[in-house]
């Protein structure tokens, strides 16, 4: 089930289930989108991009879907495995120094 | 796929002192690198944009002659945290991009700071 801690908002999935992780978006000007996985003491580790011109985008076990009407992301994993288990962020180019906003972050644990 | 170093990955120091973060990007030239900080169970965030040979943008917030950002090359930015105090106590991460037709980011391992 998912849980909203103090800041970080928790999935907790069965391995081998498929998770999906939510995103909302803030600036309506932002046309490209990435997924990070960051685990514990390590930098941000790229997962799967999309285009605002496309609504889905595959990869690897990993699929990204872009809602631009709502400003909503997703992320599903498909047969997570407890190497999954991190925490994903969301991110967007709308900074104006053309940075990278990230969005607040899902820890996502896997039970064995 | 492109590689960006960081280092140290952890420091210890005693408040007071400064201490140096270095971002290289090994295998392109990086025309802006970004600082960001990130607290525990929190996101990223922007500290400041340094492009190579002028001055960093900072985000509001963030006090510019505390961290002194330099991007002397394109390939090296370096981050100085000076008179660390506990509260700047956080992960610090850098990462680069080749050029802005390029928008993918890479980042550095980050840099766990405490200070005692």
């Known amino acids: 089930g998912e849980s909203v801690g103090l800041h970080l908002p928790t999935l907790s999935v069965q391995e081998g289930d498929n998770s999906i992780i939510n995103c909302a978006y803030s600036?309506?000007?932002?046309?490209?989108f990435i997924w990070y996985k960051q685990e514990s003491g390590k930098g941000p580790q790229f997962i799967i991009d999309?285009?605002?011109?496309?609504d889905k985008r595959q990869g690897q076990r990993v699929t990204v879907l872009l809602n631009k009407t709502v400003k909503h992301l997703s992320l599903q994993i498909a047969a997570t495995q407890p190497g999954d288990s991190a925490v994903y962020f969301c991110?967007?180019?709308?900074?104006?120094?053309?940075?990278?906003?990230f969005g607040k972050g899902t820890k996502l644990s896997v039970k064995p | 796929g492109a590689v960006v170093s960081q280092h140290p990955s952890r420091v210890i120091c005693k408040s007071g002192t400064s201490v140096k973060i270095e971002c290289r990007s090994l295998?392109?030239?990086?025309?802006?690198m970004f600082w960001y900080r990130q607290f525990p169970k929190q996101s990223l965030m922007l500290m400041a944009t340094?492009?190579?040979?002028?001055?960093?943008?900072?985000e509001q917030g963030v006090e510019k002659d505390k961290f002194l950002i330099n991007h002397a090359s394109l390939t090296l930015s370096t981050l100085t945290v000076t008179s660390a105090h506990p509260e700047d106590s956080s992960f610090y991460i850098c990462?680069?991009?080749?050029?802005?037709?390029?928008?993918?980011?890479?980042f550095g391992s980050g840099t766990q700071l405490s200070v005692l």
């Open positions: 600036n309506s000007a932002s046309d490209y």
């Open positions: 999309i285009r605002s011109n496309m």
């Open positions: 991110a967007e180019n709308g900074g104006s120094q053309g940075n990278l906003i």
């Open positions: 295998d392109f030239q990086a025309t802006t």
């Open positions: 990462s680069a991009r080749a050029n802005s037709a390029n928008e993918k980011l890479f």
């Open positions: 340094s492009n190579e040979g002028s001055k960093a943008t900072y």
